[in-house]
């Protein structure tokens, strides 16, 4: 009874500090717990939603319409199932691509609403029609008709709304998608009809080289390949990662400062731990009531955080299924997930605490009554330091950096974490603003393309010409386009700027960091829809990171690839041509995607606002109880000082003021570690995408950052005055008497 009221008497004394110790505890428990059960769940409702809504395999588009499709079940053991869309103009600056509901491939579910009854009614993706107001009974003009909106829906091949499968920024301002009866596009004009399909144990190949007998494919996009399928599992990855790695580092900070209270508090409690075994106390005993401390903040800092976590989790989910237009079907808690949340701090702490305190507890009773007989050392460093002809002032500073190594070290990678946290944010708000506004609209210098269904040979009435045909390298899917030498619509640089011209074989760079090819090296490549196959030999790489692409001269494309000499397959323009749609398979506008970044860039703000605010705090509260306990350790020194006459400032700037320094050096070291940190994290998760995210920080996000942390530094510097001017100058009187 008496260590257990001593227990909850120290922890009240040293509240602020013990406090935030246990603070970061929940802090780590509530980002781990609810980003891993909120990624745990997404994969879990994606793979239910993919299977009972049947996701296609692959899509793809014929030169002639399919009229054999149940002969081309019947012998491959596919399901093929033909689709009708149209592009629909809702208003001046946006498109509704409306679908045709299907039977058996890429079902729709009613998000909210009802399902279609009738000839009128129509479903709308809900990001679409939040951005244009439209509520479930609102009636839409689409084609010269009055449809009735009967709910929200969401279907698989349409999980993210991208204009075009390849595309990576989702604009519901500009694009999105919706469901009718079939019996509805079947009597518009400007549809276009392609197939999706289902593969059994049927390899796509063997489907492609029956088609090719009668038919010509003439565009195939596998699953893997469709930005709006795959796009989502990157992001979950993302989010999984994120909750099991930066929760164990705000846990390894959490412990640290753990350890360095009890050690502290042990330190100034020898005394007492001797008259506990003069008293009859056994080692257990005291070493029970020490893990306590670590203990309770272990147990209660979890299941706050745990609890907090669960909180966090559905909005979590929820904002993210909105943002990829995924139904939540179901939501578990998960045991594992939850378990490790409530026992890893406690797992962690225990075993390095009892450590701690056995050593302590080495130290005979006597030698503990005895204040432990500490000396003070002088480390072999400090000898070598010529500290004797200095001003005292400096000499001063020069031994407590000397004595006190390892908390400085400590503080450094306290603020190394904490600025690797901070720039989390701005690195992927940087990152971001490069790869579209920089590399996006430096490479692609037209507004618009067009892709043919088959090649073509006449001249166009403007714009230049190109030929593109999916490839495969080592099961990698690729774009290959042929251009001319003197081609200006794609621009592209090497790694020094200089510009590279078309005469030559260009593999862009986040394609050759992909497949590790250097220049020089030979790939063979087979084309998807054809089967033709050949070898190429990268002559340059250009510092471009859309896409997995490869660029050669147009005449080498046709004539690799059996086309027709002269022939292309892609006109680029900077303005609108008046091109006969029944030619066409995509129409597709640069700005489209940048529109759409700008909308992805406004709650990225917020984001990195509420990052940095939560990374303000950290280093606020690992600063705060580092220099709180400097202070608490130093008291007599600094009695002393105020009796000899020193003042507040002045002893502020002696015992504390070095620490600027270290402060400094943790920030500069932490920004190539978060660099390196955040590049091996956005390769994770693009591994299976066919965009690579280069990893980019501008001065600006590097100043701000910095300001922050020097804030921080500050903040506890206030927070710290306090007790720093609590010290009174009788402690050096009284202890000099004793």
Avoid: C
């Avoid at 503080?411 to 720039?423: K, N, P, Y």
């Avoid at 999916?470 to 990698?476: K, L, Q």
């Avoid at 790694?495 to 593999?507: A, D, P, Q, T, Y």
């Avoid at 995210?693 to 306090?722: A, E, G, Q």
């Amino acid at each position: 009874m008496p260590l257990r009221k001593k227990l909850f008497r120290t922890i009240m004394e040293k509240k602020a500090q013990f406090f935030s110790a246990w603070f970061l505890i929940v802090i780590s428990t509530i980002v781990f717990y609810s980003f891993t059960a909120a990624g745990a769940n997404l994969i879990e409702n994606l793979h239910i939603f993919f299977k009972e809504n049947k996701v296609e395999d692959a899509y793809f588009i014929t030169q002639k319409p399919l009229n054999d499709i149940e002969e081309i079940e019947k012998q491959s053991g596919v399901k093929v199932e033909k689709r009708l869309a149209a592009d629909i103009s809702y208003s001046k600056d946006s498109i509704l691509r409306v679908l045709d509901e299907t039977d058996d491939i890429n079902l729709a579910t009613i998000v909210e609403g009802d399902k279609l009854s009738s000839y009128h009614d129509i479903l709308v993706d809900k990001g679409f029609a939040k951005a244009h107001d439209m509520e479930i009974g609102n009636e839409v003009e689409l084609g010269g008709e009055t449809f009735r909106v009967s709910g929200y829906m969401a279907i698989p091949d349409y999980i993210y709304p991208l204009k075009e499968e390849s595309g990576f920024l989702k604009n519901p301002d500009a694009f999105g998608v919706a469901v009718v009866k079939e019996s509805v596009l079947s009597k518009w004009e400007d549809n276009q009809s392609y197939y999706s399909i289902r593969l059994s144990d049927t390899s796509p190949e063997e489907l492609k080289k029956q088609i090719n007998q009668t038919n010509s494919i003439i565009q195939w996009t596998d699953k893997k390949d469709n930005n709006r399928i795959s796009f989502i599992k990157g992001d979950i990855a993302g989010v999984k990662k994120m909750g099991q790695f930066l929760p164990i580092g705000i846990l390894f900070i959490s412990m640290v400062i753990i350890l360095i209270l009890l050690w502290r508090l042990m330190k100034k409690e020898y005394v007492q731990i001797g008259t506990l075994y003069a008293l009859g106390y056994r080692k257990n005993e005291i070493i029970r009531h020490y893990l306590s401390y670590a203990g309770i903040l272990a147990i209660t800092g979890s299941v706050v955080g745990t609890i907090l976590g669960w909180g966090f989790l559905h909005p979590l989910l929820s904002a993210f299924a909105a943002y990829y237009n995924l139904p939540v079907l179901e939501v578990r808690p998960h045991v594992i997930y939850l378990l490790t949340s409530l026992l890893l701090p406690l797992v962690l702490f225990i075993p390095l605490t009892y450590f701690l305190v056995y050593r302590v507890l080495k130290i005979p009773p006597v030698s503990l009554i005895k204040g432990g007989e500490q000396k003070v050392k002088v480390s072999r460093l400090e000898r070598l330091l010529k500290l004797r002809k200095l001003p005292f002032r400096r000499k001063f500073v020069m031994r407590e950096i000397m004595r006190n190594l390892p908390r400085a070290l400590f503080l450094i990678i306290g603020v190394m974490f904490a600025t690797l946290l901070l720039l989390f944010g701005f690195v992927t708000k940087n990152s971001m603003e490069y790869l579209v506004t920089d590399n996006f609209q430096q490479v692609y210098d037209y507004e618009y393309s067009y892709l043919f269904k088959a090649p073509q040979t006449e001249e166009p009435e403007s714009g230049q010409i190109g030929a593109v045909a999916p490839f495969t390298i080592d099961r990698e899917s690729v774009t290959i386009t042929g251009l001319k030498p003197d081609n200006t619509a794609i621009r592209l640089v090497d790694s020094r700027g200089e510009k590279l011209r078309f005469n030559s074989v260009i593999m862009n760079k986040s394609l050759a960091d992909k497949l590790g090819v250097q220049k020089g090296d030979s790939i063979h490549v087979s084309n998807e829809l054809t089967g033709k196959s050949f070898t190429l030999t990268i002559d340059h790489i250009a510092e471009s990171y859309l896409g997995n692409m490869i660029y050669m001269p147009l005449a080498k494309f046709n004539q690799l690839n059996d086309y027709p000499s002269g022939s292309y397959t892609e006109v680029y323009s900077k303005k609108e041509l008046m091109l006969p749609q029944e030619k066409l398979v995509s129409t597709t506008k640069s700005s489209d995607t940048i529109d759409g970044f700008k909308e992805m860039i406004k709650p990225l703000n917020y984001g990195v606002a509420g990052i940095a605010f939560v990374a303000a705090i950290i280093a606020v509260i690992i600063i705060y109880i580092l220099i709180s306990l400097l202070i608490e350790e130093n008291s007599f020194k600094i009695s002393l000082m105020k009796v000899i006459g020193y003042r507040e400032k002045t002893i502020m700037n002696m015992m504390i003021g070095y620490n600027i320094w270290f402060i400094i050096l943790g920030y500069v070291a932490g920004i190539p570690v978060t660099l390196l940190s955040i590049s091996a994290f956005m390769n994770s998760i693009t591994a299976e995408m066919n965009v690579t995210i280069p990893v980019k920080l501008d001065w600006i996000s590097v100043l701000i950052s910095f300001i922050i942390i020097i804030i921080s530094y500050y903040v506890s510097l206030w927070l710290n005055h306090r007790k720093l001017k609590g010290i009174s100058m009788k402690e050096a009187i009284n202890r000099s008497t004793e």
